[in-house]
Every structure is written in C-alpha cells, then in structure tokens.
C-alpha cells in the first residue's frame, strides 16, 4: 500500500487531482492502492492508521 501522510490536511485536499490520479494509477500498475491520512488518523498507542483508500474515481 502506497500511503500519502501530510501533518495538517488530508493529501487528498491540498494534491492537484492530476497528481492524486497518477499516484492512483502507478500504484494500481504496482498492483497495491493508495490511501492517505494525517497526523489525527493516526493511533499510537493502538498502532492503527484510519486512512482514506482511494478505489480509482
């Protein structure tokens, strides 16, 4: 899985969709998916991540 982290906003906010797109479609060419998240998505002490994954639309 190819994850897109920013500390603030979502990648999916600040990311032309351009961009967002071609990360879509190399990471399906990898035969993996994409997901992003920030630093409130993200639980240390249980070690879980609660990401956006992207289906390619």
Same mark, same amino acid.
């Given at each position: 899985?190819?994850? /897109?982290?920013?500390? $603030?906003? +979502? ?14 479609e190399?990471?399906?060419? /990898?035969?993996?998916? $994409?997901? +992003?998240?920030?630093?409130?998505d ?15 639309k």
């Open positions: 899985m190819i994850v /897109l982290f920013n500390n $603030v906003k +979502s990648p999916r906010m600040i990311l032309p969709k351009e961009r967002l797109h071609h990360y879509i190399y990471a399906q060419h /990898l035969g993996q998916q $994409v997901a +992003s998240c920030t630093i409130e993200v639980d240390f002490d249980a070690q879980v991540i609660q990401a956006e994954v992207y289906d390619g």
